[in-house]
């Protein structure tokens, strides 16, 4: 949730590396797991592809908040390979965890981690994800329909900036992979927005495709044909995030086309440098430490036995309703993207660097 630069792409491929090693250890002492009960939370993450945010920000945000609880852990991502990420579930109940986060690359193999784990009384939460049909005890992430809802106001916002949005405009959509559940609601949300306006006949209803696997090279591939289709006559895009944000504006600038109405998510650097530049109207801060703050606190809890009493929402996964914790997503624009600096999630220097320095207040 891709387009970076060369230089960032580097650095992902990295902390890729490092990420890769580290799914393969248990945390304490960094040492291979073994086949006894060596840990007591596992994580699952889904991919490098989708967002950066989970090398990141993910990782270490819940390694501290479990090595200060005095856990023993291990942290995996599946690379985008669902029968890996099978593979590091069976190893961590293999090793005897007690609690896995699970953050399913889909819900398909989701549901069979959590039946999995559900079959040796081993508890799971859902994390940024709901697995549908599966079996977690609890959900932690962010309401994706308010995100969504977040977004489609920025293309609004964005088209009226512009002095486009009296001219009928012609809008696009380039939606996150269609085997992601968020994808499916953050499109929930920005069409609540411009679905009345397409009805209206403020803006017209242009190309609406799901770009497999959040992958961006495909999602330029996707953009550029919207773009022939269209004669270039896109107005604005409601982009499922700020990877696919990053496709949109490459197309854009390979084109010599002007800047455009275009949403975003998760505030990373490119994101926010495209925000700066005015290439892209905003994104969407979720802050990665609170959630990953929130889910800790849940699996430690579990651990120590003691009960789980600060939720604020349930959500019916389609076999049960789960009780969740919902966190507050942030829109975030050339006004207030310093907050970002302000509570540690970005650093100037990730930002305010090499063309960007003199966009930075």
């Not at 996150?176 to 306006?197: C, E, H, M, R, V």
């Not at 495709?209 to 996707?222: E, F, G």
């Not at 044909?225 to 854009?252: E, P, R, Y």
């Amino acid at each position: 949730m891709r387009g970076l630069p060369r230089k960032g792409i580097a650095i992902a491929l990295a902390i890729v590396l490092v990420g890769v090693v580290a799914a393969a250890a248990s945390a304490r002492g960094n040492s291979p797991a073994k086949n006894t009960a060596t840990i007591q939370v596992c994580v699952l993450l889904p991919d490098t592809k989708s967002s950066v945010r989970y090398e990141l920000f993910d990782r270490p945000y819940l390694a501290k908040a479990f090595k200060a609880a005095g856990l023993t852990y291990t942290i995996n991502n599946a690379l985008g390979d669902q029968q890996k990420q099978r593979s590091q579930a069976d190893q961590c109940l293999t090793n005897g965890a007690k609690v896995i986060l699970v953050d399913a690359l889909n819900s398909g193999v989701g549901a069979a981690i959590e039946n999995a784990a559900d079959a040796r009384n081993v508890k799971t939460i859902d994390y940024d994800r709901l697995v549908l049909d599966g079996k977690a005890s609890y959900y932690v992430s962010f309401n994706n329909v308010n995100v969504g809802k977040l977004q489609g106001r920025g293309v609004v916002a964005g088209l009226k900036a512009r002095g486009t949005y009296s001219q009928h405009p012609l809008i696009a959509e380039l939606n996150g992979a269609p085997t992601d559940n968020n994808a499916k609601l953050f499109k929930q949300g920005y069409d609540s927005i411009l679905k009345p306006l397409y009805t209206k006949g403020t803006l017209k209803k242009g190309p609406d495709q799901s770009v497999p696997d959040w992958d961006n090279q495909k999602a330029r591939t996707i953009f550029d044909q919207m773009l022939v289709s269209t004669k270039s006559k896109i107005k604005g895009v409601a982009a499922a995030n700020d990877g696919l944000a990053g496709a949109v504006v490459a197309a854009l600038k390979a084109r010599k086309l002007k800047p455009i109405a275009l949403s975003g998510q998760d505030a990373t650097p490119q994101g926010v440098q495209n925000v700066l530049s005015g290439w892209q109207t905003m994104t969407v801060y979720k802050s990665v430490k609170a959630e990953a703050a929130a889910a800790a606190r849940i699996a430690i809890a579990i651990i120590k036995n003691k009960p789980v009493t600060w939720t604020n929402a349930r959500i019916n996964n389609g076999s049960k309703v789960v009780p969740a914790v919902y966190l507050k997503p942030v829109t975030i624009t050339k006004k207030n993207y310093t907050l970002l600096f302000r509570e540690g999630f970005l650093k100037r220097s990730q930002v305010c660097i090499g063309k960007y320095r003199k966009y930075c207040k």
